[in-house]
């Protein structure tokens, strides 16, 4: 074997620290004042106390900071972590999880966006009530909700966060997690808390940036692209004899397809009908129904806006290949030993985990391959994006118990209750997130991505089939949709149940695991589950009585240019109306309030009363909010767009097929 394809193995020295001069130091100091200035800058200039202020707010962005956000929200440390990891453990393979994306944003902005907006909502959870009516559908996709920020989006991210801090600074992985949780709740007081889309565009910026000097930094040290395709093949790391496991050379081989985007459909570790179909239903659930992506489309000035921040988004999601997985493919080149570890003892020593190293593939080359001052920057943007993402997942969750499940239970509930109970759902929420760290570590032999895409695939495909099926097929009604979603939830449960029961093993380590539970790839269930549940879905809708026309003007697609006033299935008795009532006399009594309180009422916009509306005015705002009308020539630049998009999409799954 070539010797320029190992490195010194072993981890490094006892206390040594890689972040630990003045350069990387003063990089991540500047870089955290710049992302607070853009958030204070945005959170004064914004008007954050109207009715609807948010969406109001909204309908005003431009297609640029929508298509960059859109990206920068997908986009975190959990991607950086499990795409080059899987990248080092398996190549390119993985890069097809990015470029699904390409066809599913142009479906986002030509064919869900123009629903949402003509049904007039604000949230995923309303416009199915809208749809279906009654409130059981609510809570059920509340709760899953909750279940999902936990499983794959809260744990995940604290772990690759956790894994940055660990291979920077020496820490033990759970003191990491302390101090990560630590710096985000200083983080959410002090940070751009209405400039998320701001603050998530000069991320990008930044992203970008700082991953295309990482990559050309690797692709210098390993001579260029088609050296690095000779010399991964033969990254074999050194050290593969245990005193108690017999380990197979398949274990340590780099696979034979690495560099094949398109994979045997029953022996690859990414089949390719997996790859293409059942990728695409999950990414239908992600992209087209996940409310943090919709909200950003609902944000902006009308449709063509949205489609040219769907095709922005598109085009950047094609750099996740070169700056993610490539990069992770070189960093097994250069750091074999440890990236490549096979030994569970040795692979413990290296990365705190047994199953394997390949996780620290992209901190390893941050870390060892980045100069002083780079190295600070990639790993200020590696943690501030986790942190943004990880505050609004914490207020996204507490505002949904909270509003969606805390009201219910408690009906009478005061205010100062709801925000007691959203505040300590949230200390909840993080306590559970860090328990499960653990089995993020060993699901899927520690493979981060595959960990995150297998969960999603469990419980995401019944979701994307109610909407799918909720937006193109008028004739299903919700006892149908329910049942559907019931079934399909407890066939994903045993599943998943199942699988970390039971252990999906490692290569090194098999599982006694069943074949029907374990040897059904995830992405082949995914697809299974997706057909069960809309089988489910139109046998109950199709014995049962249909939804009137008149209930679903305007929220599905054969009724989507109807001009007909909608009458709503049933009236809302969500809202806590005793609440409502006690909150609007506090607001007329005028009370004596402290100087300090009057600061705390600024910064968080409460001091910001909302303006009385006209009736005609609140008519226009209805219009406005509901409009997916277009100027024909940007329309036609948008149309146009799309098709040249998915030209290269095409291209691109050719070439590296």
Same mark, same amino acid.
């Given at each position: 074997?070539?010797?320029?394809?190992?490195?010194?193995?072993?981890?490094?020295?006892?206390?040594?620290?890689?972040?630990?001069?003045?350069?990387?130091?003063?990089?991540?100091?500047?870089?955290?004042?710049?992302?607070?200035?853009?958030?204070?800058?945005?959170?004064? %200039?914004?008007?954050?106390?109207?009715?609807?202020?948010?969406?109001?707010?909204? +309908?005003?962005?431009?297609?640029?900071?929508?298509?960059?956000?859109?990206?920068?929200?997908?986009?975190?440390?959990?991607?950086?972590?499990?795409?080059?990891?899987?990248?080092?453990?398996?190549?390119?393979?993985?890069?097809?999880?990015?470029?699904?994306?390409?066809?599913?944003?142009?479906?986002?902005?030509?064919?869900?966006?123009?629903?949402?907006?003509?049904?007039?909502?604000?949230?995923?959870?309303?416009?199915?009530?809208?749809?279906?009516?009654?409130?059981?559908?609510?809570?059920?996709?509340?709760?899953?909700?909750?279940?999902?920020?936990?499983?794959?989006?809260?744990?995940?991210?604290?772990?690759?966060?956790?894994?940055?801090?660990?291979?920077?600074?020496?820490?033990?992985?759970?003191?990491?997690?302390?101090?990560?949780?630590?710096?985000?709740?200083?983080?959410?007081?002090?940070?751009?808390?209405?400039?998320?889309?701001?603050?998530?565009?000069?991320?990008?910026?930044?992203?970008?940036?700082?991953?295309?000097?990482?990559?050309?930094?690797?692709?210098?040290?390993?001579?260029?692209?088609?050296?690095?395709?000779?010399?991964?093949?033969?990254?074999?790391?050194?050290?593969?004899?245990?005193?108690?496991?017999?380990?197979?050379?398949?274990?340590?081989?780099?696979?034979?397809?690495?560099?094949?985007?398109?994979?045997?459909?029953?022996?690859?570790?990414?089949?390719?009908?997996?790859?293409?179909?059942?990728?695409?239903?999950?990414?239908?659930?992600?992209?087209?129904?996940?409310?943090?992506?919709?909200?950003?489309?609902?944000?902006?000035?009308?449709?063509?806006?949205?489609?040219?921040?769907?095709?922005?988004?598109?085009?950047?999601?094609?750099?996740?290949?070169?700056?993610?997985?490539?990069?992770?493919?070189?960093?097994?080149?250069?750091?074999?030993?440890?990236?490549?570890?096979?030994?569970?003892?040795?692979?413990?020593?290296?990365?705190?985990?047994?199953?394997?190293?390949?996780?620290?593939?992209?901190?390893?080359?941050?870390?060892?391959?980045?100069?002083?001052?780079?190295?600070?920057?990639?790993?200020?943007?590696?943690?501030?994006?986790?942190?943004?993402?990880?505050?609004?997942?914490?207020?996204?969750?507490?505002?949904?118990?909270?509003?969606?499940?805390?009201?219910?239970?408690?009906? +009478?509930?005061?205010?100062?209750?709801?925000?007691?109970?959203?505040?300590?759902?949230?200390?909840?929420?993080?306590?559970?997130?860090?328990?499960?760290?653990?089995?993020?570590?060993?699901?899927?032999?520690?493979?981060?991505?595959?960990?995150?895409?297998?969960?999603?695939?469990?419980?995401?495909?019944?979701?994307?089939?109610?909407?799918?099926?909720?937006?193109?097929?008028?004739?299903?009604?919700?006892?149908?949709?329910?049942?559907?979603?019931?079934?399909?939830?407890?066939?994903?449960?045993?599943?998943?149940?199942?699988?970390?029961?039971?252990?999906?093993?490692?290569?090194?380590?098999?599982?006694?695991?069943?074949?029907?539970?374990?040897?059904?790839?995830?992405?082949?269930?995914?697809?299974?589950?997706?057909?069960?549940?809309?089988?489910?879905?139109?046998?109950?809708?199709?014995?049962?009585?249909?939804?009137?026309?008149?209930?679903?003007?305007?929220?599905?697609?054969?009724?989507?240019?109807?001009?007909?006033? %909608?009458?709503?299935?049933?009236?809302?008795?969500?809202?806590?109306?005793?609440?409502?009532?006690?909150?609007?006399?506090?607001?007329?009594?005028?009370?004596?309030?402290?100087?300090?309180?009057?600061?705390?009422?600024?910064?968080?916009?409460?001091?910001?009363?909302?303006?009385?509306?006209?009736?005609?005015?609140?008519?226009?705002?209805?219009?406005?909010?509901?409009?997916?009308?277009?100027?024909?020539?940007?329309?036609?630049?948008?149309?146009?767009?799309?098709?040249?998009?998915?030209?290269?999409?095409?291209?691109?799954?050719?070439?590296?097929?």
């Amino acid at each position: 074997m070539d010797s320029a394809t190992t490195s010194t193995p072993g981890p490094e020295p006892e206390g040594s620290v890689a972040i630990n001069n003045p350069a990387d130091i003063s990089v991540i100091v500047i870089y955290f004042l710049v992302v607070l200035a853009v958030g204070i800058w945005a959170m004064v %200039r914004s008007n954050r106390g109207t009715v609807g202020g948010f969406f109001l707010a909204g +309908r005003s962005m431009s297609w640029w900071p929508i298509g960059a956000s859109l990206f920068a929200s997908n986009i975190g440390s959990g991607h950086f972590v499990g795409l080059a990891g899987n990248g080092a453990a398996g190549g390119i393979a993985t890069g097809g999880f990015e470029w699904n994306a390409l066809v599913i944003v142009i479906v986002l902005g030509w064919l869900f966006v123009p629903i949402y907006v003509k049904a007039g909502v604000v949230t995923m959870p309303e416009y199915l009530k809208k749809r279906f009516g009654g409130n059981r559908i609510r809570i059920y996709l509340s709760t899953l909700s909750l279940f999902l920020y936990i499983f794959t989006k809260i744990s995940a991210d604290m772990f690759s966060g956790a894994i940055f801090i660990r291979e920077a600074l020496g820490l033990n992985l759970y003191v990491a997690v302390v101090i990560l949780l630590s710096i985000t709740a200083l983080y959410t007081v002090t940070g751009g808390l209405a400039a998320v889309i701001y603050t998530d565009t000069l991320q990008t910026i930044i992203m970008v940036v700082g991953s295309f000097i990482l990559m050309g930094f690797a692709f210098n040290e390993v001579g260029g692209y088609e050296a690095m395709k000779g010399k991964y093949m033969n990254a074999i790391t050194s050290q593969t004899t245990d005193p108690v496991l017999n380990i197979s050379a398949e274990c340590y081989t780099p696979r034979a397809d690495s560099f094949h985007l398109l994979r045997d459909p029953l022996t690859a570790d990414l089949p390719w009908p997996g790859l293409i179909f059942g990728l695409s239903i999950l990414a239908i659930w992600y992209w087209c129904t996940d409310q943090v992506i919709v909200q950003r489309c609902l944000s902006a000035k009308n449709m063509s806006h949205v489609k040219a921040g769907c095709i922005l988004c598109g085009y950047l999601k094609l750099l996740p290949m070169y700056l993610m997985v490539f990069p992770g493919m070189i960093s097994r080149i250069l750091y074999t030993d440890v990236i490549g570890c096979v030994v569970p003892s040795l692979c413990k020593e290296y990365c705190d985990t047994e199953v394997g190293c390949s996780n620290i593939a992209y901190p390893t080359l941050v870390v060892k391959l980045m100069p002083a001052g780079l190295r600070g920057l990639m790993l200020s943007v590696m943690l501030a994006s986790l942190m943004s993402s990880l505050t609004s997942i914490f207020n996204s969750a507490s505002t949904i118990f909270t509003m969606d499940i805390w009201t219910k239970i408690r009906p +009478r509930a005061m205010e100062k209750e709801l925000m007691l109970a959203g505040r300590v759902f949230t200390l909840v929420l993080i306590g559970i997130s860090i328990a499960w760290i653990p089995v993020v570590q060993k699901a899927q032999s520690g493979k981060l991505f595959d960990y995150i895409q297998s969960i999603t695939s469990y419980l995401g495909p019944p979701i994307a089939s109610i909407f799918l099926m909720g937006i193109f097929v008028k004739r299903i009604n919700e006892q149908g949709a329910f049942w559907g979603l019931m079934i399909g939830l407890v066939i994903g449960l045993s599943r998943m149940i199942s699988e970390f029961v039971l252990n999906t093993g490692s290569c090194v380590k098999p599982s006694n695991c069943p074949f029907i539970i374990c040897g059904i790839h995830y992405l082949y269930f995914a697809l299974i589950l997706f057909a069960v549940t809309c089988l489910i879905v139109l046998s109950i809708s199709f014995l049962t009585k249909p939804i009137e026309d008149k209930h679903l003007y305007r929220l599905c697609w054969a009724l989507r240019n109807s001009t007909e006033v %909608r009458e709503d299935l049933d009236m809302d008795t969500w809202k806590n109306n005793d609440n409502e009532s006690k909150m609007e006399v506090e607001e007329d009594t005028p009370k004596e309030v402290p100087c300090w309180k009057k600061t705390y009422n600024w910064f968080c916009g409460f001091d910001q009363k909302s303006p009385k509306l006209t009736k005609e005015e609140e008519e226009k705002l209805k219009e406005k909010m509901t409009d997916i009308s277009e100027i024909p020539l940007w329309r036609n630049v948008v149309n146009i767009n799309a098709i040249i998009l998915l030209s290269v999409c095409v291209f691109f799954w050719a070439f590296y097929a």
